[in-house]
């Protein structure tokens, strides 16, 4: 047996024995999800024990390091707990930004110490990280940032000082901790002088304040600073801030990159849940050729069949290239704007295809207004982590080198 | 699989570039398009061609082939793509190929396909008979008499269908044009009597025929498959050509999204290179991410084939639909890219607009296909 079928058949016999029955149900609903944190409520006594277990063998973080709680695994031994994960329907035993965002940030710009002293606690979930990058005057213009943080002097003690706003700051409102970009300078070209500074949120200078969308109730937060502070370092070594000062724009668009490449990805869901034909010919009907009978919109959903079947197989191909090591670089932008733009497309088509009972918001019928709530909140897709005409510039400048700008 | 090359078919795209660009650049096709010589490939080229593996590349070893696959093929098919060039590659190597390769008997393997291989063959695949592609609505008659059979009726838009030596037909022996059931195929001498060919002259410049069958002769050999069973079999000789047309329409629009890209760094107006525009900008940008699909879907399709050919034709339709569409895309804004002299028949990139035009109209356009996906779908 090689090592692989050795950890498989490990891995299949322990997740036998630790997963609660509960907790295989695969969980696709939202409010299934484990986002753990101090205040976080369980929603069952197999919810915590699930995480435990998994926290404990470092599997919440596969593939981190063991000396920072993660669960050392390579690569393709990953791919194997995820297959018998899945085989079993287990639900995922955490989802969080910690894991998602800061802990692969940590991982390529912190310090031992920072590592040491952050990383175990996402992992087993104890705290709840949130993310603040985007201000009400930096959006697409993310490096015009302004939320201003000073090192102030008092007593001989040094610490930060920060004041500004945050917005679309995901959670916030039940997150402990949140890393931020902050400008520590602002002398030299906008680039310069951003810090990535990680801030302790149960303190009276830091307030979030939950924002309603057009879709309706939304994760996202508003976050004020109002001399807020964080202290120089957090232990002995443990600086406040990742990477160095005035330097946090390499840590941001590392983090960028890796948010579109999830986004675009995340189309992985586009070719899921209903199909737009069926969905249609329920509420339209079909006529005696077996085609749909609204011939218009039945041209569309096929065009838009084609170019998703075409999207699913990139994002496939692209992948493919990357494990070929020819890395996916400029291309999350791509991804990113063709994902998005698809996506909004559909959910314009689920609109066409269901007519008025589309629009229904609120009650059983419509599942709270599952169907328009969704068109809604699709416009955000390509707005969120880079406008399309941000990936286009993207695409334009790195991709095919043309001038200017 | 990975949906990225192998090294060998890597390889083959890099020596199948080098050999375009020397032997068949875009010139070639103007001089054949400009000489008197009516014939819309050069049988000189094409025995060269063969030299280098591409006439079999379909073809096993046994019978004098190269045994690429499919995805082998696409690579040459998306280079001939890039530089317009003129070959029977197509009809002959692809479709051809792949009716007798997978659906003749031995002795038709053994009879055509080391003629193919060396160049010595060419074969052009006679299907539609309307100005649509629409081959379940084949009307072309074949009546039984004696041991064989008797053609009449006629065909059109036939690639190679005038320098051909060989043609593959569909014809109809059973229920009525429209009806799946009751298509054969048959290998049909071109010289035969009864067949009268038109060299037709279309916008590509490529070679076409309108042909017509008068009572032409044909005997039970020459039947690919069995009688009425024609229909499976033309799906996947169509499907070969759909994703060897699919990695052509590719070739030919990465081809006129670089001469623009390249034209937007060269071109002043205002005091500045137009490239640094933001308005050209996002439509090059959204191109390239098109043609990004575009290559998904061909190379997935090719990859399908040379697993089981009679399985791919749904993926055959996809890489026909949206290369098609995006070469079309990418040729109509290249043009408008290039501005004034985009117009002029000197400049290669409206070459690529009307090459781009006949293929994707070819074997079923970008609505053929996408209604054929609907109603796969069930809708």
């Known amino acids: ?405 | 699989m990975p949906l990225t090359l192998t090294e060998e078919q890597q390889m083959l795209k890099d020596a199948a570039r080098g050999f375009l660009d020397e032997k068949a650049p875009v010139s070639a096709l103007r001089a054949l398009r400009d000489g008197d010589d009516p014939s819309g490939f050069s049988r000189d080229l094409w025995k060269e061609m063969a030299e280098m593996g591409w006439a079999g590349i379909l073809i096993d070893e046994a019978h004098g082939g190269a045994g690429f696959g499919f995805v082998g093929a696409g690579v040459v098919a998306e280079e001939m793509g890039r530089s317009l060039s003129a070959s029977p590659f197509l009809s002959t190597s692809v479709m051809a190929a792949a009716a007798l390769q997978h659906y003749g008997d031995d002795a038709q393997r053994g009879a055509f396909l080391p003629k193919i291989a060396a160049g010595d063959a060419v074969f052009a695949v006679a299907v539609d008979e309307g100005s649509k592609h629409a081959p379940a609505a084949t009307a072309l008659k074949a009546e039984k008499s004696g041991n064989g059979f008797t053609l009449s009726g006629a065909k059109t838009f036939v690639a190679e269908g005038a320098d051909a030596d060989k043609l593959i037909v569909a014809a109809r022996t059973a229920g009525a044009p429209g009806e799946e059931e009751g298509v054969t195929l048959f290998v049909v001498d071109a010289e035969a009597s009864g067949v009268s060919r038109e060299r037709v002259a279309m916008a590509d410049a490529r070679g076409y025929a309108r042909i017509a069958f008068d009572a032409v002769s044909v005997t039970g050999d020459d039947v690919i498959g069995d009688v009425d069973d024609g229909y499976r079999i033309l799906e996947g000789v169509l499907s070969a050509g759909r994703a060897g047309l699919g990695a052509e329409l590719s070739g030919a629009a990465q081809q006129a999204f670089s001469l623009t890209n390249d034209y937007l760094k060269e071109r002043r107006q205002f005091g500045v290179e137009i490239g640094s525009f933001q308005a050209l900008q996002h439509r090059m940008a959204h191109l390239y991410s098109e043609i990004a699909l575009a290559k998904s879907a061909v190379l997935k399709a090719l990859q399908d084939l040379d697993d089981d050919v009679g399985a791919a034709s749904p993926i055959c339709s996809l890489a026909k639909a949206k290369a098609g569409e995006v070469a079309k895309l990418t040729s109509v804004e290249a043009l408008q890219m290039h501005g004034g002299v985009g117009m002029t028949d000197e400049f290669d990139i409206g070459l690529y607009m009307k090459r781009i035009r006949a293929a994707q109209e070819m074997y079923g356009d970008p609505a053929f296909h996408a209604d054929r996906i609907a109603r796969m779908k069930g809708f």
């Open chain 1, 1 to 405: 047996m090689t090592d692989l079928e050795q950890f498989r058949t490990e891995t299949k016999s322990w997740l036998e024995e630790n997963c609660p029955g509960e907790m295989r149900d695969g969980a696709a609903r939202e409010e299934d999800i484990c986002w753990g944190g101090k205040r976080w409520a369980f929603q069952s006594e197999a919810q915590k024990v699930w995480l435990e277990r998994m926290a404990q063998k470092g599997w919440t973080a596969p593939q981190w390091p063991a000396a920072y709680g993660g669960g050392g695994l390579s690569k393709a031994e990953a791919k194997v707990l995820k297959q018998e994960m899945a085989r079993i329907n287990a639900r995922s035993p955490l989802e969080s930004f910690g894991l998602w965002m800061l802990g692969p940030a940590l991982l390529k710009y912190g310090t031992h110490e920072q590592k040491e002293m952050f990383l175990p606690p996402i992992v087993r979930g104890e705290v709840r990280w949130c993310q603040g990058y985007s201000e009400p005057n930096a959006g697409s213009d993310l490096a015009s940032l302004q939320c201003k943080c000073e090192r102030i002097e008092e007593d001989g003690d040094a610490h930060w000082r920060i004041n500004g706003q945050k917005v679309w700051t995901s959670y916030a409102d039940q997150s402990d901790w949140i890393f931020v970009l902050v400008r520590t300078d602002n002398t030299g070209s906008k680039h310069q002088g951003v810090s990535f500074i990680l801030v302790d949120m149960e303190q009276p200078g830091v307030t979030a304040r939950p924002i309603k969308l057009i879709s309706g109730k939304s994760p996202f937060c508003e976050t004020f600073f109002d001399d807020a502070t964080a202290p120089m370092e957090y232990a002995p070594g443990v600086s406040s801030i990742v990477g160095d000062i005035d330097r946090g724009w390499d840590v941001a668009k590392y983090l960028l990159t890796h948010e579109r490449e999830m986004i675009g990805g995340g189309g992985g869901g586009l070719l899921g849940g209903d199909g737009l034909g069926e969905t249609a010919a329920r509420h339209i009907g079909v006529g005696a050729d077996g085609r749909l009978a609204d011939p218009m919109l039945r041209t569309k959903i096929a065009q838009w069949e084609v170019d998703a079947w075409a999207f699913m197989l990139t994002l496939d191909r692209v992948k493919d290239e990357a494990r070929a090591g020819a890395g996916v670089g400029a291309n999350s932008s791509m991804l990113k704007y063709m994902g998005t733009e698809l996506n909004k497309r559909r959910c314009e088509l689920m609109m066409d295809a269901t007519g008025a009972d589309g629009l229904e918001w609120e009650g059983a019928r419509s599942n709270d207004g599952a169907v328009a709530k969704a068109w809604a909140r699709s416009k955000g897709n390509s707005i969120e982590g880079g406008t399309s005409e941000v990936q286009l510039n993207i695409i334009a400048k790195r991709i095919l080198e043309l001038p200017g700008g």
